[in-house]
DNA sequence: TGTACGGCCTCCCCTTGGTGGAGAGTCAAG
DNA sequence: CTTGACTCTCCACCAAGGGGAGGCCGTACA
């Protein structure tokens, strides 16, 4: 017989521990000295323990235990316990699979931005440059601006797995409309995939005019001035579709400061 | 703005749970009816708890979201945060891949012994057989034949990976022996590894007298001597080691039943 | 103006698997 | 007899809310 002291150094389950189990039915002592309370333990106690003990290192809620306890005399009875908690755990494990793997994208692209938002810190002044071809994912619709937001959710939802860099927006309208306007929001993608309603396909590689910019959305309207201007005192001719770039904007969790969000504007010049 | 059940359906946040935000200083709404009590929350309350539900859905803890909130006006203040969560969350995934591991490799132990001892079941008489030439890793001892355990023990903690079959053990003394017996607890294994203090070694094919005892251990004189007097009958001079194997003894959880308990004993002759 | 119904409030208890502490009783040694 | 170590019961606490009781609020309809 042993003192709940003992018997918790013996078994490696703390004093309150033991009290608990106690209580809740699964390891009674083998003798309660009615006069002090003192529980005692006997052999017999230490198997239905280390029975515990094992179980609860595979995480079996103490319920199941108590079944067990009662139902199983023998390893094999436990099999279908076992499997059934193997079902459970490997549900976390991809539970927890996709968590890291949602925050690793998370990380990702934050570096990403920081990179992209490091080089094109220093030139906010109109730029002539080959813009590389490129595979896009998008989704051209009819409305207003502030419909993009939208559609970059579904986008997001449909290829997410394999947008490889920043938002972009296709212009098709040769001038500024409100409620009609053409646009094409995308994401760049690493490899072909099919989705429902989305347009898979390159960017040509082209000559642009192009201009970061800085600042909230609204004042893109004097970036255009700027840039449209350059255009002009080249002779450009310009093509569409325009392209915005947004290499940074409102991040995914916080919508951060739009004074600090960048935009490239690229106005594709016909050769 | 938004009555408090309106917000929970925009935001997908239960009552209960804008209650319980409000509660913890989270989610503070925009004003609070002095006389009703009533709260009431306005679409800055919106980007909070937008932000609050995607930390959430990587299982933030509130209190580091409450520090988020507070410190991060942007993603990228988030960057660290977001690092710290994924090592919590790697931590878990790598700890519920050990679980599902080791419950895996009881479930295909179980799978095993339950297949031994379906082929042992029938024969409990003596046979002869060849025994094929295996691998083994083994701790030889003088001691008590109960000491095998801890020795069993011992060799599960340093070659447990690689165990690939059932525990077995050797006796080297051509007598019973009490206190000081020749023995050499071993484990067939798949492949050659390196451990202190361990004999990793093939053994020789041999041609053996076999039986299979069934019952508790201390019975096993009685199949020792049935075996015995087999082998004097057929005039066979036997060879050391002698082996046990152990086809079904305690369950790596329960002891289960030693009248069930299934015990191959395997005496060399020599040829 | 009464009332019915839905929405909202606070307050309390419940979940899992224990941990921590307070205050009081018990045991053995000196 | 005292001291110190052990043990007892009872209560509160953790995370992140969920469930429900009992009561107030607001509005629509008769």
Chains 1, 2 share one sequence.
Do not use: W
Request: hydrophobic share 35%.
């Amino acid at each position: 017989m042993f003192t709940i002291g003992e018997f918790s150094r013996i078994t490696g389950l703390t004093i309150k521990t033991l009290r608990f189990y106690h209580e809740r039915g699964l390891l009674t002592p083998a003798f309660i000295d009615p006069g002090s309370g003192y529980r005692h333990y006997d052999p017999r106690n230490l198997d239905t323990a280390r029975v515990i003990k094992a179980l609860r290192d595979l995480e079996f809620p103490l319920e199941d235990i108590a079944t067990i306890l009662a139902e199983c005399g023998d390893d094999e009875d436990l099999i279908e316990h076992l499997a059934r908690q193997r079902r459970d755990l490997a549900a976390k494990l991809t539970h927890y699979q996709n968590l890291t793997r949602q925050i690793d994208q998370l990380i990702t692209q934050q570096r990403e931005i920081r990179e992209a938002t490091a080089m094109h810190q220093q030139d906010h002044n109109v730029t002539e440059r080959d813009v590389e071809p490129i595979l896009i994912a998008g989704i051209r619709i009819k409305g207003r601006y502030s419909d993009c937001g939208k559609v970059f959710g579904q986008l997001a939802k449909k290829v997410g797995r394999h947008i490889g860099g920043k938002a972009m927006c296709l212009y098709y309208d040769g001038e500024y409309k409100e409620d009609d306007a053409d646009i094409e929001p995308c994401f760049p993608i690493r490899k072909e995939v099919e989705a429902e309603g989305v347009s898979l396909r390159p960017l040509p590689p082209v000559r642009c005019v192009t201009l970061v910019h800085q600042g909230p959305y609204d004042t893109l309207g004097r970036s255009y001035a700027t840039i449209m201007e350059y255009a002009k005192s080249k002779g450009y001719q310009l093509e569409l579709p325009t392209r915005e770039v947004y290499l940074k904007g409102p991040g995914m969790i916080f919508k951060g400061n739009p004074r600090k969000y960048l935009t490239e504007i690229q106005l594709p010049i016909k050769s």
